[in-house]
């Protein structure tokens, strides 16, 4: 098949590091190829005809598409509470924004209401709109609960972590509980065995209740230092836990307002780049505006970009977009870019286990990539091999 669309003279981010003046060859909803140009001599299987289209991007970045593994909403629209299509536009808000590959996060409700949305969010992503479903809650810590109603909140029994798994037909991702409560060790393990990320967050555990459940199976701390105790002296509390262990990948929200910048750097140095992973734990606000909206039952104001609780002022989710989070990692940071790609898609996408499909810019893997300017600002993203934001409109 002879390829569709070929981007030139970017500075390319590979998984092997970054190539200047490089070339992505797309193939239909595929790449074909992505490196040096010129790697394929013409009348070699893989050459370029010279009738396809190229697009110039040279001063720009190509970067792979991005990867948010926890996200409940955005352009106006809720994850938890909107119809099907309004689950869509949130979707396609955060697509604006670079996000090729999203999964859907709900927030704490009762059993029977997030079966229901479980069951609803599976048809999304058998249709490959959403790559899962996260819950987030109710099985937290009533101590940590941040933005979620307290009144329904519940132990992580693993007879209802189940209900849950089974509403989501096997399109569960992840589910965020307190290891430390009632069930909690049983239903790291029941979520390991079925392939579900258990998710360390909203918690008090301590220091060796952490440990315990990260043997027990655990794999990623949500939002590490949100919702958690800080780290003590004579009690390191979660956070030392979760940074020191090879196994667990950290979740970061990098929107300047959830964490100091001298936390992030904490977290890349203890964790390195190939353990952490940006999200945005967007809500409504998100790519849409500030004003009063709802995290499921509960009121939130949005101002100045920062969500709030109506009711005691909590920090209620992000307004963030991963574009942005990209571009603060570079120019206020000051994360080498190869360390914001890891973050922000190649991480993501192996949790997921999804590597083999997206998450780096290698043949093979679906056509889903972003154009950023000198300055890091947003220009084009291309999901399977189409134009979201066709960057020579922009
Ligand atoms: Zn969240």
Redo the contacts with the bound molecule.
């Keep these: 098949m002879a390829p569709s669309k070929v981007l030139a003279g970017a500075r390319v981010v590979l998984p092997t590091g970054i190539v200047h003046d490089g070339r992505v060859i797309i193939d239909g909803p595929v790449i074909a190829d992505a490196g040096a140009p010129g790697t394929r001599p013409a009348g070699v299987p893989g050459a370029v005809p010279a009738d396809t289209p190229v697009t110039d991007l040279s001063g720009h970045w190509v970067v792979p598409g991005f990867v948010d593994i ?1 996200n ?1 909403g955005g352009g106006g629209a809720s994850f938890t509470s909107g119809t099907a299509e309004d689950v869509l536009r949130g979707i396609h808000t955060h697509r604006l924004h670079g996000t090729t590959t999203v999964v859907a ?1 709900t ?1 704490t409700g009762d059993m029977h209401g997030l079966a229901e949305r479980a069951g609803m969010l599976s048809e999304l992503a058998e249709q490959g709109d959403i790559a899962g479903i996260h819950f ?1 809650g109710p099985f937290i810590s009533p101590c940590r609960k941040g933005a979620h109603s307290e009144e329904l909140l519940r132990d992580p029994d693993p007879a209802d972590v189940r209900k849950l798994l089974d509403a989501a037909r096997g399109r569960a991702s992840m589910v965020t509980l307190a290891p430390e409560l009632p069930g909690g060790l049983d239903s790291v393990r029941l979520l390991a065995e079925h392939g579900v990320i258990a998710a360390i967050g909203h918690t008090d555990a301590t220091y060796e209740q952490t440990k315990a459940a990260i043997d027990a199976g655990a794999t990623v701390a ?2 590490l230092f949100n919702a958690m105790p800080g780290l003590g002296h004579r009690a390191p509390g979660p956070i030392a836990a979760l940074l020191e262990d090879e196994r667990i990948t950290v979740e970061l929200i990098n929107d300047g307002t959830h964490l100091h910048p001298a936390s992030l750097e904490l977290a890349f140095h203890h964790a390195g780049s190939g353990r952490v992973a940006f999200i945005t ?1 967007a809500m409504d606000a998100a790519g849409f505006g500030d004003g009063r909206y709802m995290l499921g039952p509960l009121e939130v104001e949005v101002a100045d970009g920062v969500a709030r609780l109506v009711e005691g002022g909590s920090i209620a ?1 992000s307004t963030l977009t991963l574009d942005r989070a990209f571009q603060r990692a570079v120019t206020v940071d000051r994360l080498p870019v190869e360390d914001v790609v890891a973050a922000i898609s190649a991480n993501p996408a192996r949790l997921l286990g999804a590597y083999d499909r997206v998450g780096s810019l290698e043949p093979g893997k679906a056509a889903d990539l972003v154009v950023l300017d000198a300055d890091f600002a947003l220009k084009g993203v291309m999901r399977g091999g189409e134009w979201v934001v066709d960057p020579q409109l922009g």
Excluded: Q
Aim: glycine share 12%; proline share 0%.
């Design positions: 926890h409940h996060s927030v987030e949500t939002h734990d989710g």
